[in-house]
Nanobody, 115 residues
Framework: QVKLVESGGGLVQAGGSLRLSCAVS????????IDWFRQTPGKGREFVAR????????WYEDSVKGRFTMSRDNAKNMVYLQLNNLKPEDTAVYYC????????WGQGTQVTVSS
C-alpha cells in the first residue's frame, strides 16, 4: 500500500519562503511523474507543479512560475516543492500524488500566507 506524507507547511508572511516535502513509502516511484496539488475550502484540488520521472523536466501552473521550484530524489523516495515569494493567494493545503492521482491521498500540509 502506497503512503504519501506531506510536510513542511506553516504560517509565513507574504514574501516569505517554505520548503514542502513529500515522502513516498510502499513502493518506488521512479517510473512516475509526480504532481503537487493544492486545495482551498470550497474548491477542488488544483494542479501546481509536475516533475517528470527523473526530475529532468518540470511544469508549473502559471501563477507560481518563477516562484515555486519542484525537485525530487528518487533514491530517497522524496519530492520537494520550494515556495518563494509567497502570496496570500497561495494559502491552501498542499498535496502530492502521481500525475494521474493513482495513489491514496495523504493528509496534506497547510500553507498559510498572511498579508
Amino acid at each position: 500500500q502506497v503512503k504519501l506524507v506531506e510536510s513542511g507547511g506553516g504560517l509565513v508572511q507574504a514574501g516569505g519562503s517554505l520548503r514542502l516535502s513529500c515522502a513516498v513509502s510502499g513502493r518506488t516511484f521512479d517510473d512516475y511523474a509526480i504532481d503537487w496539488f493544492r486545495q482551498t475550502p470550497g474548491k477542488g484540488r488544483e494542479f501546481v507543479a509536475r516533475s517528470s520521472w527523473n526530475g529532468g523536466t518540470t511544469w508549473y501552473e502559471d501563477s507560481v512560475k518563477g516562484r515555486f521550484t519542484m525537485s525530487r530524489d528518487n533514491a530517497k523516495n522524496m519530492v520537494y516543492l520550494q515556495l518563494n515569494n509567497l502570496k496570500p493567494e497561495d494559502t491552501a493545503v498542499y498535496y502530492c500524488n502521481t500525475d494521474r492521482m493513482s495513489w491514496p491521498w495523504g493528509q496534506g500540509t497547510q500553507v498559510t500566507v498572511s498579508s
